[in-house]
């Protein structure tokens, strides 16, 4: 359980890790928001524009996505779409 404290710490990094990854989904025509962290370490991420229809998002969920988070935030057990 993540206190008030380290998900404040945890979502600043994350922010930062989207905003690297940006460019790249922005390149396809797609983007990316944090929505929330609760505290059980799960992120919750909005797609936009076309990552949000796209049939390779859960792929770029997992192997972009979450894994750039986690590099950033150990303490960050799973990411998911909220408009998947």
Do not use: Y
């Amino acid at each position: 359980m993540l206190s008030a404290r380290e998900i404040k710490l945890a979502e600043k990094r994350i922010r930062e890790a989207l905003e690297d990854l940006r460019p790249f989904l922005n390149a396809d025509g797609g983007d990316i928001t944090l929505d929330a962290l609760d505290p059980e370490g799960i992120v919750h991420v909005r797609l936009h524009g076309a990552c949000s229809g796209c049939a390779m998002s859960p792929m770029t969920m997992k192997a972009g996505v979450e894994e750039a988070i986690k590099r950033v935030a150990p303490a960050v057990v799973s990411v998911e779409a909220v408009n998947a």
